[in-house]
């Protein structure tokens, strides 16, 4: 009996991301998802931009349909040495999006998370580093897929990954 609650209680935490979501009904969604390819690698492609995206958050994996596992959170610095390593490792040119490139992927009539769960599944209602940075500061920008949007923090800050690749 123990081991089904937890299996039951497991699921229910990968599926929360999917119940809890809202979005306004009453208006067009931002996101078009005929604009995105999706991928059988666990990636999906912005026919519009050209770039593709990791469907799964930095410390997830793609596991047929769905993103497994627990996302991890970085400071600014680490993010752009697990840029590094992911590419050491999977011999592409993953890199950390821009703040603008982020912003094509925010579902803005959505929240908790305000993101489109059919592109990106079990993403976490946080923020996520961007590669931009105020100079002279020791801050740098976040988009955060729940309530706050466009955010300056400090780099020591932990914070969530998502890669794209292509256009830059």
């Not at 935490?13 to 604009?35: A, H, K, P």
């Not at 690698?41 to 349909?65: E, I, Y």
């Not at 490792?89 to 305000?114: D, G, H």
């Amino acid at each position: 009996m123990g081991f089904i609650f937890r299996v039951f209680v497991c699921f229910f935490c990968l599926m929360s991301n999917v119940w809890s979501q809202e979005c306004d009904s009453s208006r067009q969604l931002s996101i078009d998802v005929t604009n995105y390819f999706i991928n059988s690698d666990g990636t999906v492609t912005d026919l519009d931009s050209g770039l593709t995206w990791m469907r799964c958050s930095v410390g997830q994996k793609w596991r047929g349909n769905a993103c497994t596992g627990q996302a991890n959170t970085f400071n600014w610095r680490e993010a752009f040495s697990q840029e590094d390593e992911i590419n050491r490792l999977e011999s592409n040119r993953w890199r950390l999006p821009t703040l603008s490139e982020l912003a094509t992927i925010v579902e803005r009539q959505c929240w908790a998370p305000r993101i489109n769960l059919e592109l990106f599944p079990q993403t976490p209602s946080v923020a996520y580093w961007s590669a931009n940075h105020k100079k002279g500061s020791e801050n740098a920008f976040a988009m955060d897929f729940n309530k706050h949007g466009l955010q300056s923090l400090p780099k020591e800050r932990r914070l969530y990954l998502r890669m794209v690749r292509g256009r830059n």
